[in-house]
């Protein structure tokens, strides 16, 4: 079955950077877009970042572009996202996401802090 497990969260000072890892499996992860979502306490799950299968297209929302990157390994079946110049608005779980066979998947999220 389909499984995406985040890593690489944590609390982090404003300014700070952190790469989050999505390992995946289950499926053909090189023919699949995959993204990073976003969700605050008490704010709806917001798009972070996205990607197409072979890395060349990728889209940001306007409020981390030029600060995040996202990338993905098709050898490792792996999905990253470099977060460079945190701010505390940052602050949210992030979550994995792609659709297999027509379904939705998520991971099961992993939390960023960004706090002094």
């Known amino acids: 079955q389909v499984q995406l497990v985040e890593s690489g969260g944590g609390l982090v000072q404003p300014g700070g950077s952190l790469r989050l890892s999505c390992a995946a499996s289950?499926?053909?992860?090189?023919?699949?877009?995959m993204s990073w979502y976003r969700q605050a306490p008490e704010k709806e799950r917001e798009l972070v970042a996205g990607?197409?299968?072979?890395?060349?297209?990728?889209n940001y929302a306007d409020s981390v572009k030029g600060r995040f990157t996202i990338s993905r390994d098709n050898a490792k079946n792996t999905v990253y996202l470099q977060m460079n110049s945190l701010k505390p608005e940052d602050t949210a779980v992030y979550y994995c996401?792609?659709?297999?066979?027509?379904?939705?998947?998520w991971g099961q999220g992993t939390q960023v802090t960004v706090s002094s």
């Open positions: 289950g499926f053909t992860f090189s023919r699949y877009g």
């Open positions: 990607i197409r299968t072979t890395g060349g297209s990728t």
């Open positions: 996401y792609t659709v297999w066979g027509g379904s939705p998947y």
